[in-house]
């Protein structure tokens, strides 16, 4: 079952702020991120575990609500180079065996001048 | 290192025919995997493979057969191409094991079926 992204796209201005969320109906253990830009294949951002931990990518951070099952990337004084679409992959379960990485819809990010 | 190496990066392909995707990673990874992408539907897994001789389905399997017998490849093999399967269709890796980890994508085959 696809994880729930929102909101399905968003308009920034550069240096302004966004934040897109991903909620599952599923016990999670981790839930991954990834950029996308047009034509060209994801790239990692960063991975979150049932625990709470929350880790960073440079003006990029993310939070995981374990009791919620909701995770959301927070994009800070936005750059250009931020512009792409934004998928969060969550996997269920207790991990280890569970290599089921199921992606939701994307997020549409584009930061204008 | 090469990384993740998906080939062809394009083809066309009539309705009724069969083709394979090939994917190979030379970063020793386990965990092998199949997505197809479509507008508007993000990546939804087709399926994957946790070590060699060890498939299993994704969300979305029908249409599509794996094998793998190596552990740097991992074909995609299509048996009686439909329009439906035309997408854009990605292999990616990852080391196996107790924690989980980056998936490394490939760079991506796009099908056409007519």
């Known amino acids: 079952q696809q994880p729930v992204q929102s909101p399905q796209a968003v308009i920034l201005r550069e240096g302004e702020d966004a934040v897109i969320n991903c909620s599952s109906s599923?016990?999670?253990?981790?839930v991954h991120w990834y950029r996308q830009k047009h034509g060209e294949a994801p790239v990692f951002l960063m991975i979150?575990?049932?625990?709470?931990e929350q880790k960073g990518h440079e003006k990029i951070s993310a939070s995981f609500n374990e009791k919620k099952q909701q995770s959301s990337l927070y994009l800070t004084a936005s750059q250009l180079s931020y512009s792409g679409t934004y998928f969060c992959?969550?996997?269920?379960?207790?991990?280890?065996?569970?290599?089921?990485?199921?992606f939701g819809k994307g997020t549409l990010l584009t930061v204008n001048p | 290192n090469a990384g993740v190496t998906q080939t062809p990066k394009f083809q066309v392909l009539k309705t009724g025919q069969s083709m394979t995707l090939q994917c190979a990673q030379d970063?020793?990874?386990?965990?092998m995997s199949w997505y197809r992408q479509d507008p508007g539907m993000g990546l939804r897994l087709i399926h994957y493979?946790?070590?060699?001789?060890?498939?299993d389905q994704g969300e979305v399997p029908n249409g599509y057969n794996v094998s793998r017998s190596t552990t740097e490849d991992f074909p995609l093999r299509l048996l009686s191409a439909a329009p439906s399967q035309t997408s854009v269709y990605f292999c990616?890796?990852?080391?196996?094991?107790?924690?989980?980890?980056?998936?490394?994508f490939g760079e991506g085959s796009r099908l056409t079926v007519l």
């Open positions: 990616a890796s990852r080391p196996a094991g107790g924690a989980t980890g980056e998936l490394f």
């Open positions: 979150l575990l049932k625990g709470g």
């Open positions: 493979s946790v070590g060699a001789g060890i498939t």
């Open positions: 970063m020793n990874h386990e965990y």
């Open positions: 992959g969550t996997e269920r379960g207790s991990g280890g065996s569970n290599y089921k990485l199921t």
């Open positions: 599923k016990a999670l253990y981790s």
